[in-house]
């Protein structure tokens, strides 16, 4: 794709948010953000959490 797919808009929203948004619902303790570098858009109550070995993935 070439791009941040978390940044990528549906419906007028970008789909990090609209992840975060149905997360929040289910009134988690804690939500963590996996990525190889700490994301700009990421939610200061949201942990980050990097990707070892990077490039691969979280499966």
Aim: charged share 30%; proline share 12%; no cysteine.
């Amino acid at each position: 794709m070439g791009k941040d797919k978390t940044t990528v808009l549906f419906r007028g929203k970008p789909l990090w948010q609209i992840q975060i948004d149905l997360l929040r619902k289910l009134e988690p303790a804690e939500i963590f953000v996996s990525a190889r570098t700490d994301p700009s858009w990421r939610p200061d109550d949201v942990q980050f959490v990097a990707d070892d070995p990077p490039s691969r993935g979280p499966l």
